[in-house]
T-cell receptor, first 111, second 110 residues
Framework: QQPVQSPQAVILREGEDAVINCSSS?????VHWYRQKHGEAPVFLMI?????EQKGHEKISASFNEKKQQSSLYLTASQLSYSGTYFC????????????FGKGTSLLVTP | NAGVTQTPKFQVLKTGQSMTLQCAQD?????MSWYRQDPGMGLRLIHY???????DQGEVPNGYNVSRSTTEDFPLRLLSAAPSQTSVYFC?????????FGSGTRLTVV
């Protein structure tokens, strides 16, 4: 089952912050975050393992609450290069490390 | 390293034709997956593999077959193409961390 992402789309001005949420109805072992530019392949940003850790990548960080089966991606001081579609991918226990992806959140950063 | 290589990049098929989408990785990754991407639907899992000789079905496996005879290769076969299979197909591989995606195959079935 696909996880649910929100919001579906967001428009920011350069320098503003954004939060993208991902929730699952199934127990999770890990959550991945990817960014896809138009016409390109998804690119891995970070992985969060069961344990509620928070990780960071440049000015992009994420958290994972395995009790609520939810993850959030935080983009701070957004840059034009952050524009794209963000996908969360969830891994359930005993799933062979296969990911189920949400439908994506389209992010546009304007000057 | 080439990473994950998918061929062809573009393909047009007639309804009922069969074809194989090729995927090869040179990173010795155990985990490989096939996804299709349709507008507004995100990435949907077709089939996946945890190693040579081991495959399993994902969310949308109907109409597709896979095999994994080597660690490097994970081809996706369309048995009898239908217009509903018009999509962009991505192959991805991982060692257990993040997935590396191929550049995709854009398939149109007419």
């Amino acid at each position: 089952q696909q996880p649910v992402q929100s919001p579906q789309a967001v428009i920011l001005r350069e320098g503003e912050d954004a939060v993208i949420n991902c929730s699952s109805s199934k127990a999770l072992y890990s959550v991945h975050w990817y960014r896809q530019k138009h016409g390109e392949a998804p690119v891995f940003l970070m992985i969060l393992l069961k344990g509620g850790e928070q990780k960071g990548h440049e000015k992009i960080s994420a958290s994972f609450n395995e009790k609520k089966q939810q993850s959030s991606l935080y983009l701070t001081a957004s840059q034009l290069s952050y524009s794209g579609t963000y996908f969360c991918g969830t891994e359930a226990p005993n799933s062979g490390y296969a990911l189920n992806f949400g439908k994506g959140t389209s992010l546009l950063v304007t000057p | 390293n080439a990473g994950v290589t998918q061929t062809p990049k573009f393909q047009v098929l007639k309804t009922g034709q069969s074809m194989t989408l090729q995927c090869a990785q040179d990173m010795n990754h155990e985990y490989m997956s096939w996804y299709r991407q349709d507008p507004g639907m995100g990435l949907r899992l077709i089939h996946y593999s945890v190693g040579a000789g081991i495959t399993d079905q994902g969310e949308v496996p109907n109409g597709y077959n896979v095999s994994r005879s080597t660690t490097e290769d994970f081809p996706l076969r369309l048995l009898s193409a239908a217009p509903s299979q018009t999509s962009v197909y991505f192959c991805a591989s991982s060692y257990g961390g993040g997935y590396t995606f191929g550049s995709g195959t854009r398939l149109t079935v007419v």
